[in-house]
């Protein structure tokens, strides 16, 4: 009987330090946004609102205002539409250029949830 709990509690440990590790760290835009660098090509989540948004075939490109400051994601399926709350999660590039706009730094997505308001 013992074995079978300290097997659990093994096991219960393993699965939350695999859920911890798998989740990006969630930072303000203005964190980002004043030290780039330090994100650049890992992967972080802000929340925020939409406040511009441009979409073409399914690519597109939005800002997002999390109350600190702005910064542009980009995405390759639709975009949110203004207004809408949105968590996302992506990597920080430095320098990007989408439809023959320069973005600076942007946020690539990989995951997002969004609430419509």
Not at 7 to 26: D, E, H, I, R, Y
Not at 44 to 57: H, K, P
Request: hydrophobic residues 35%.
């Amino acid at each position: 009987m013992h074995s079978v709990k300290k097997l659990g509690a093994t096991l219960l440990l393993l699965a939350a330090v695999f859920l911890l590790t798998a989740c990006p760290s969630q930072t303000t835009i203005s964190k980002i946004n004043a030290d780039p660098g330090r994100y650049r090509n890992k992967e972080v989540a802000i929340v925020g609102n939409v406040t511009d948004s441009y979409g073409v075939l399914g690519n597109g490109a939005y800002e997002i205002d999390d109350g600190t400051g702005r910064l542009w994601v980009v995405t390759r399926r639709g975009v949110p539409s203004r207004g809408s709350r949105v968590g996302v999660s992506g990597h920080v590039h430095n320098g990007f250029q989408f439809g023959g706009r320069s973005y600076g730094t942007v946020l690539e997505e990989t995951n997002r949830t969004s609430k419509q308001r």
